[in-house]
């Protein structure tokens, strides 16, 4: 069984809009998903995976990639298990496959030390 499993990714104009949610499972999580760090990373083709966006535990803080900053917006609902990313003013070098993470403690920005991770979604931004 996934642990996180993202949606809301597709190909859209430059300029455009997507929203990404990722949901936690209940079994992994149970109640404790407040309990977590949520992040999104992304990974285009050739490349390594890079972060995106975090936030912590009950939203209290968030952190973003400085090409992100002012066009994505992370937002989580601790009552459904949820972690959206909202993100507008697409650019083609947004294109990438994006990744939800989620990890009790440690640097938001730190891909090595999440926990969980999701099968990602794609996310194609045309010119």
């Known amino acids: 069984q996934a642990h996180l499993v993202e949606s809301g990714g597709g190909l859209v104009q430059a300029g455009g809009s997507l929203r990404l949610s990722c949901s936690a499972s209940?079994?992994?999580?149970?109640?404790?998903?407040?309990?977590?760090?949520m992040g999104w990373f992304r990974q285009a083709p050739g490349k390594e995976r890079e972060f995106v966006a975090a936030i912590t535990y009950s939203g209290e803080s968030t952190s973003y990639t400085d090409s992100v900053k002012g066009r994505f917006a992370i937002s989580r609902d601790n009552a459904k298990n949820t972690v959206d990313l909202q993100m507008n003013n697409l650019k083609p070098e947004d294109t990438a496959v994006y990744y939800c993470g989620a990890k009790q403690r440690g640097l938001l920005r730190d891909s090595g030390t999440y926990d969980y991770w999701g099968q990602g979604t794609q996310v194609t931004v045309s010119s």
């Open positions: 209940e079994r992994t999580f149970s109640s404790y998903f407040s309990t977590y760090i």
